[in-house]
């Protein structure tokens, strides 16, 4: 049953940041996002040649900028495809503006293959100041954060309040007592940058919505900091939308 919910999820999401029914229609899609999102994108030459140490030492004591909000494309999925089961918490004008935010999908700075490079990982950035760049996706921003730091060899110390989430992402994802952080955010992206801020206020004046969430390190551990408590983050991160396809067999959820 659980393996039918999810390809009939599937059918109807299109991977291009939103689906194409119940009213929502999809994104478009820029740059890398056509590419595989399970990769680190940077603004140099070698880095599938470089050892460990040389990763580190390249991308070690670098902020880490969020572009969009966390699990966003989840929810407005949610918001669409189970507006019948969220309709008996929530009113309809939360419903309609947890849609409407459909808008505020793609929040990704453009960028293009270097002409001059053999290594599929390096690109030139629309924006000064971002040296990586990594596409969430399934699994959310736990997910991402985790193989980004893989892919670049660091570890990672982030600030759990400062990552960017809507309050009707948070909302929906308590109904369906699943992680928000966990929750599909395609549509977002991960920057590496020496100075975030900056960065910041130059992708402010492009439209795009972003936040200094937190910093790489020269060690291994990759952790989420919120007040007191420091958790470790995973390898494998259940991507949310699918624990709720396995939950689809209960009518409550209908």
Not at 122 to 136: A, C, D, R, V
Not at 164 to 183: A, G, L, R
Not at 227 to 238: A, I, N, P, T, W
Request: proline share 2%; net charge neutral; hydrophobic share 35%.
């Amino acid at each position: 049953m659980a393996d039918r919910a999810t390809e009939d999820r599937d059918s109807k999401y299109n991977g291009q940041g939103a689906f194409t029914d119940a009213g929502c229609s999809s994104a478009i899609e820029k740059g890398l996002t056509e590419k595989n999102s399970h990769a680190l994108f940077v603004n140099f030459d070698g880095l599938n040649k470089m050892s460990e140490k040389e990763k580190r030492k390249k991308l070690g004591d670098m902020d880490i900028v969020m572009t969009g909000f966390a699990g966003l494309n989840g929810s407005v999925f949610l918001a669409c495809e189970k507006q019948k089961a969220l309709s008996r918490r929530y009113p309809g004008s939360f419903l309609e503006e947890a849609k409407k935010q459909e808008r505020l999908l793609w929040q990704i700075p453009e960028a293009a293959p270097a002409g001059k490079s053999d290594d599929c990982s390096t690109y030139s950035f629309s924006e000064k100041g971002i040296s990586g760049m990594y596409l969430l996706s399934k699994g959310g921003v736990f997910a991402g954060l985790w193989d980004m730091g893989r892919l670049a060899g660091v570890g990672l110390k982030v600030y759990g309040k400062k990552i960017p989430i809507k309050q009707e992402t948070i909302e929906i994802c308590n109904f369906f007592d699943v992680n928000p952080y966990q929750m599909n955010s395609e549509g977002c992206a991960l920057l590496l940058s020496e100075n975030g801020y900056r960065l910041k206020e130059r992708l402010f004046e492009r439209g795009i919505f972003s936040e200094v969430i937190g910093f790489t390190t020269q060690d291994n551990d990759r952790i989420v900091i919120n007040g007191e408590e420091r958790r470790f983050l995973q390898k494998h991160c259940e991507e949310a939308l699918g624990l709720i396809a396995e939950a689809d067999a209960s009518p409550y959820y209908k």
